[in-house]
């Protein structure tokens, strides 16, 4: 079992910056693939980033992709989310999640985090 907490969310202005961090607690952080995704007001939870166990391999959504960039440290057990150039639709809470496969689909993650809210100003 594993246990998330995120930080780094705020209030940003279009076209600004933020980096997302997600703590895991336990001893085995590094046999679980870790996932970003997001949920905006009244929308359904979306796919954001992934990386793989080893961190050698990353999955992003379009609507993120050369934006956003997914690390981890097995080390530190942390995953996290640099996110530059920033969009007001980029706005939503961000979820860090926790499986054992790597998936775009939120059912396939067993553990999350609270979530951290991130709202982009135009």
């Known amino acids: 079992q594993v246990q998330l907490v995120e930080s780094g969310g705020g209030l940003v202005q279009a076209g600004g910056s933020l980096r997302l961090s997600c703590a895991a607690s336990?001893?085995?952080?590094?046999?679980?693939?870790m996932a970003w995704f997001r949920q905006a007001p009244g929308k359904e939870r979306e796919f954001v980033a992934v990386i793989s166990r080893n961190g050698g391999s990353t999955i992003y959504a379009d609507s993120v992709k050369g934006r956003f960039t997914i690390a981890r440290d097995n080390a530190r057990n942390t995953v996290d989310l640099q996110m530059n150039s920033l969009k007001p639709e980029d706005t939503a809470v961000y979820y860090c999640?926790?499986?054992?496969?790597?998936?775009?689909?939120?059912?396939?993650?067993?553990?999350w985090g609270q979530g951290t809210q991130v709202t982009v100003s135009s």
């Open positions: 999640a926790a499986g054992f496969g790597v998936s775009l689909k939120y059912n396939d993650y067993r553990y």
């Open positions: 336990g001893r085995t952080f590094s046999l679980y693939v």
